[in-house]
């Protein structure tokens, strides 16, 4: 009978800054190690959770799902549902913890983490888990720019939006918010910085965190996993005396946020392409992800993008019986669905 506490890994982080890329290597290289993965997505299509399972992470060997091993939760950022949600998927894997040797939680990137950590000193989640570290992905270029996500003019109109900031937008008060929970803090994507910017990034981050977090490097999150689980830190006990921007707030909300969900039949993928440029430079939108079906193409196309920038490639083979459909998922601020709607109407096959 297992008799240690079952440590969480938290992962948390801006939009695009690689959070899933870093849980697809920590499954891949796994070990042997039986994880538990609770996705957590704003919106309603929790997109991270089906690129999670198109790597075959918690299929079996014939591709099918295997029921509750990626634990999904797509109401809303979980600092927001954590009550309504968090506490019985965590119950869940209480009853299953013999055949769990750590749990993976990746939270939307519009997530406070403090009061995910602060639910972990619930006794019946204390009982069983502990907060092994709080691991805060940055994406360094997005960093570098000084703004945090790659769409200055998104993130300024936000700011300008909202009477009462005054310097500083509420995507900045977020980051920090991220960084003063962090146990680890993972500086994304330095393949596409020189030695300046990320010498530059590392300071701002620094000067975040206490002199004991650590700052790492990484490209695509790739990184022992000896660094990124097992670091023993029993975030739960401490994070009441870590400050955030938001601890005298009577609520956790994100109402400057809003998503929406757009599902179409095969489409054009140059036509997709630039139809969703057109929509980033027309709307205040932080991220588009989603999944794609092609005409003629055996394969599913998987889309991301942060500002202008569209990262697109064929991530699994449609299933047998599976519909082929196209369906994205937009995040931003006062979002005009009709409007997105009719920018995606000349796109179909």
């Not at 959770?49 to 809303?76: K, Q, T």
């Not at 990137?109 to 639910?119: D, E, W």
């Not at 092994?132 to 960093?143: I, L, Q, Y």
């Not at 400050?243 to 109402?255: I, K, M, P, T, V």
């Amino acid at each position: 009978m297992q008799t240690s506490k079952i440590p969480a890994t938290i992962v948390t982080g801006f939009l695009g800054s690689g959070k899933t890329t870093l849980l697809r290597h920590i499954l891949q290289n796994a070990g042997g190690l039986r994880i538990a993965v609770i996705v957590n997505e704003f919106g309603e299509l929790g997109i991270d959770g089906e690129i999670l399972r198109g790597c075959g992470i918690g299929c079996d060997e014939e591709g099918n799902e295997i029921e509750g091993s990626v634990y999904e939760l797509a109401n809303g950022c979980m600092c927001c549902t954590v009550q309504e949600e968090f506490f019985p998927v965590m119950k869940k894997l209480a009853e299953m913890r013999e055949r769990i040797d750590a749990v993976l939680i990746e939270t939307s990137g519009l997530a406070l983490p403090k009061p995910l950590v602060q639910a972990f000193q619930w006794p019946e989640i204390a009982n069983v888990f502990t907060v092994d570290s709080v691991v805060t992905v940055v994406d360094g270029p997005a960093a570098a720019s000084g703004q945090f996500a790659e769409d200055p003019e998104a993130v300024d109109a936000q700011r300008r939006a909202d009477p009462n900031l005054d310097h500083e937008s509420p995507l900045h008060e977020l980051f920090e918010d991220q960084l003063s929970a962090a146990d680890l803090v993972v500086l994304n994507k330095t393949d596409l910085m020189d030695d300046a910017a990320r010498a530059q990034v590392e300071a701002l981050i620094r000067g975040e965190v206490p002199p004991e977090v650590k700052i790492v490097t990484a490209t695509e999150g790739r990184l022992p996993l000896a660094l990124l689980l097992g670091q023993g830190r029993a975030a739960e006990a401490s994070i009441d005396q870590r400050a955030s921007h938001h601890d005298h707030e009577e609520d956790h909300n994100h109402d400057d946020f809003d998503s929406h969900v757009i599902e179409l039949p095969p489409v054009d993928r140059d036509r997709l392409l630039a139809a969703l440029a057109r929509l980033v430079a027309q709307q205040t939108i932080y991220r588009v992800k989603g999944f794609a079906a092609i005409p003629g193409k055996p394969m599913r196309l998987l889309l991301q993008g942060v500002g202008q920038r569209f990262d697109h490639h064929f991530d699994r083979r449609w299933h047998a019986g599976e519909a082929q459909r196209t369906r994205l998922v937009f995040i931003g601020a006062d979002l005009d669905a009709q409007a997105l709607h009719a920018g995606l109407a000349g796109v179909a096959a």
